[in-house]
């Protein structure tokens, strides 16, 4: 009996999905012609991108409103469990857990070369180098700091409410329940389950697929002798597989949490060197500019679709669309992960905590990593664009290491030590959440179900890699997102209705009070 209960419809028809999947993507071209994975991933890439990019752009930008109004609302002050509940985890290992299964090996991967391609590649030209510098940095914010917060947080309330608030099981059809007639309920739960674990292990396997390139990108910069190709990369592939497969047996309270705050820890020492090491007072006149004009473009880039100009809007299609693809994707692994960890907050410290800290990081890291390099080209004669471009985005961080002289090399083991941390991490919390969802929302789900997950998201990464690299990595990104959006859509609308059924604050006074009246008469 124990053992049917664990294997469920949803496991098994979003693991055969997943595993034809992989299936699919290790024929090349040769032998399958234009039917192969990449061929057919980025023209359905294309035109999920030119035809329906005006909807991811007005999506992620209405649930960073959604969850402004909350935070605001009557119903910031409701706790997600009962009101005696109180946290699990204290804020620092909070914050710890939030960086790392949110975008930790992402903000390695494209924290110098994401600036430094938007400098010479603008969104649209400035007059002066000095104003594409500018553009560059508004747009790395842009794409790293509340859109994506705002997507992970509004999944994040929505399971937390309903597992912790309502005692329901822990998974995303759940959330919408109460929107379906009950004939159809479980059909349309294990549907949006379903959805959202290959959304997961998608978007998951796209990180590891990133860290893995930069792991060996690095390696061949301190080695010139470890070739950065493929099967450096499947090998990193299969050690790290190895290493958080060992990190999943240990259980939340151990692995992950031990891992996360090794991470933030290495993280801060990382960013504390390079901004020591490069141009400091540069940096933070960077950072404070920056922040300004983000704050300022901020509902300009949000509605942006270059409607009228074809090359800006290919530049659109491939880093902000892109981006709001992928955090969708990742949203229903972090949005799970973020609701599990965070039992007896309330809503608007839930939602303010997710919004500000994490993104204040990430502008902080941008702008040292980031106001570095384009420091480094455009001031110090670098010409760091040439690596990156040649070589691929991967070796930015070791580009920009490099003109640190012997102190560079330094911080190239230490970066390659975190992104390895990274992926143990994610790919970690990643089998759990995938466990969770795929075992009825057991908080502590089966061992063997996560062992399961662990090899499926790592063949996907290594699949994605053989198949087209980055390319292979964003297109996969934008397909799994778009079903995606709509159940997250979904999910709000229940949300909201769950909410107006609670009780006012100033409505649990009155009645306080009356009975405290009644009392006294008596």
């Given at each position: 009996?124990?053992?049917?209960?664990?294997?469920?419809?949803?496991?098994?028809?979003?693991?055969?999905?997943?595993?034809?999947?992989?299936?699919?993507?290790?024929?090349?071209?040769?032998?399958?012609?234009d039917?192969n994975?990449l061929?057919?991933?980025?023209?359905?890439q294309?035109?999920?991108?030119?035809?329906?990019?005006w909807?991811?752009?007005?999506s992620?930008?209405?649930?960073?409103?959604?969850a402004?109004?909350?935070i605001?609302?009557?119903?910031?002050?409701i706790?997600?469990?009962?009101?005696?509940?109180?946290?699990?985890?204290?804020?620092?290992?909070?914050?710890?857990?939030?960086?790392?299964a949110?975008m930790?090996?992402?903000?390695?991967?494209?924290?110098?070369a994401e600036?430094?391609?938007?400098?010479?590649?603008?969104?649209?030209?400035a007059?002066?180098p000095?104003?594409?510098?500018?553009?560059?940095?508004?747009?790395?914010?842009?794409?790293?700091?509340?859109?994506?917060?705002?997507?992970y947080a509004m999944?994040a309330l929505?399971?937390?409410?309903?597992?912790?608030r309502?005692?329901?099981?822990a998974?995303?059809?759940?959330?919408?329940?109460?929107?379906?007639?009950?004939?159809?309920?479980?059909?349309?739960?294990?549907?949006?389950?379903?959805?959202a674990?290959?959304?997961?292990?998608?978007?998951?396997?796209?990180?590891?697929?990133?860290?893995?390139?930069?792991?060996?990108?690095?390696l061949?910069?301190?080695?010139p002798?470890?070739?950065?190709?493929?099967?450096?990369?499947?090998?990193?592939i299969?050690?790290?597989?190895v290493?958080?497969?060992?990190?999943?047996?240990?259980g939340l309270?151990?692995g992950?949490?031990?891992?996360s705050?090794?991470?933030?820890?290495?993280?801060?020492?990382?960013?504390v060197?390079?901004?020591?090491a490069?141009?400091?007072?540069?940096?933070?006149?960077?950072l404070?500019?920056?922040?300004?004009t983000?704050?300022?473009?901020?509902?300009?880039?949000?509605?942006r679709t270059?409607?009228?100009q074809?090359?800006?809007?290919?530049?659109?299609n491939?880093?902000?669309i892109?981006y709001w693809a992928?955090?969708?994707?990742?949203s229903?692994?972090?949005?799970?992960?973020?609701?599990?960890?965070?039992?007896?907050?309330?809503?608007?410290?839930?939602?303010?905590?997710?919004?500000?800290?994490?993104t204040?990081?990430?502008v902080?890291?941008?702008?040292?990593?980031?106001?570095?390099?384009?420091?480094?080209?455009?001031?110090?004669?670098?010409?760091?664009i040439?690596?990156?471009?040649?070589?691929?985005?991967?070796?930015?961080l070791?580009?920009?290491f490099?003109?640190?002289?012997?102190?560079?090399?330094?911080?190239?083991?230490?970066?390659?030590?975190l992104?390895?941390?990274?992926?143990?991490?994610s790919?970690?919390?990643?089998?759990?959440?995938?466990?969770?969802?795929t075992?009825?929302?057991?908080?502590?789900?089966?061992m063997?179900i996560?062992?399961?997950w662990?090899?499926?998201?790592?063949?996907?990464?290594?699949?994605?890699?053989?198949?087209?690299?980055l390319?292979?990595?964003?297109?996969?990104?934008?397909l799994?997102?778009?079903?995606?959006?709509?159940?997250?859509?979904?999910?709000?609308?229940?949300?909201?209705?769950?909410?107006?059924?609670?009780?006012d604050?100033?409505?649990?006074?009155?009645?306080?009070?009356?009975?405290e009246?009644?009392?006294?008469?008596?």
């Amino acid at each position: 009996m124990e053992r049917k209960s664990r294997v469920t419809t949803v496991f098994t028809v979003s693991t055969i999905v997943t595993v034809l999947f992989t299936i699919w993507g290790i024929f090349p071209e040769s032998v399958i012609g234009d039917a192969n994975l990449l061929n057919v991933t980025s023209k359905l890439q294309g035109w999920l991108s030119n035809g329906m990019g005006w909807f991811y752009l007005l999506s992620a930008t209405g649930f960073l409103l959604v969850a402004i109004f909350l935070i605001f609302s009557r119903y910031g002050s409701i706790r997600l469990g009962k009101d005696s509940d109180r946290p699990e985890f204290g804020y620092l290992t909070w914050f710890a857990m939030l960086f790392s299964a949110g975008m930790g090996i992402g903000l390695i991967f494209w924290g110098a070369a994401e600036p430094l391609l938007h400098f010479h590649s603008p969104p649209f030209s400035a007059p002066t180098p000095e104003g594409d510098a500018r553009t560059a940095m508004r747009y790395a914010f842009f794409h790293w700091g509340f859109h994506p917060w705002a997507i992970y947080a509004m999944i994040a309330l929505a399971i937390a409410y309903s597992t912790f608030r309502k005692g329901r099981p822990a998974t995303i059809g759940e959330t919408i329940g109460s929107l379906v007639h009950n004939r159809y309920e479980k059909p349309v739960k294990q549907t949006v389950d379903i959805l959202a674990v290959i959304a997961t292990a998608f978007g998951v396997a796209t990180s590891l697929g990133f860290g893995a390139q930069q792991i060996a990108g690095g390696l061949h910069y301190l080695i010139p002798g470890v070739p950065n190709a493929f099967m450096t990369q499947l090998i990193i592939i299969v050690v790290v597989t190895v290493l958080y497969m060992i990190s999943a047996s240990t259980g939340l309270d151990k692995g992950i949490r031990i891992l996360s705050n090794t991470n933030i820890f290495l993280a801060i020492v990382l960013l504390v060197a390079t901004m020591i090491a490069g141009p400091s007072a540069f940096i933070f006149d960077l950072l404070t500019q920056t922040i300004g004009t983000y704050l300022q473009q901020l509902p300009a880039m949000s509605f942006r679709t270059a409607a009228f100009q074809p090359a800006e809007r290919e530049w659109i299609n491939g880093w902000t669309i892109f981006y709001w693809a992928w955090w969708i994707s990742w949203s229903p692994f972090v949005g799970t992960f973020i609701a599990r960890v965070s039992k007896g907050r309330t809503i608007r410290e839930f939602i303010i905590g997710i919004l500000l800290v994490p993104t204040s990081f990430g502008v902080l890291w941008f702008s040292v990593f980031g106001g570095s390099a384009i420091w480094a080209d455009l001031f110090g004669g670098a010409n760091l664009i040439d690596e990156v471009t040649n070589i691929g985005a991967e070796v930015g961080l070791f580009a920009l290491f490099d003109t640190f002289g012997g102190f560079g090399t330094v911080l190239s083991i230490v970066a390659i030590f975190l992104i390895s941390t990274f992926f143990i991490t994610s790919a970690d919390s990643a089998t759990y959440v995938l466990g969770m969802l795929t075992s009825n929302g057991k908080l502590v789900p089966p061992m063997r179900i996560k062992m399961t997950w662990g090899i499926i998201q790592s063949s996907i990464a290594a699949v994605l890699l053989y198949a087209g690299g980055l390319g292979a990595l964003q297109a996969v990104a934008i397909l799994v997102a778009f079903p995606f959006i709509f159940v997250l859509v979904f999910m709000i609308v229940a949300l909201f209705r769950d909410l107006a059924d609670e009780p006012d604050e100033r409505d649990k006074w009155l009645e306080l009070q009356k009975r405290e009246d009644d009392d006294q008469l008596g």
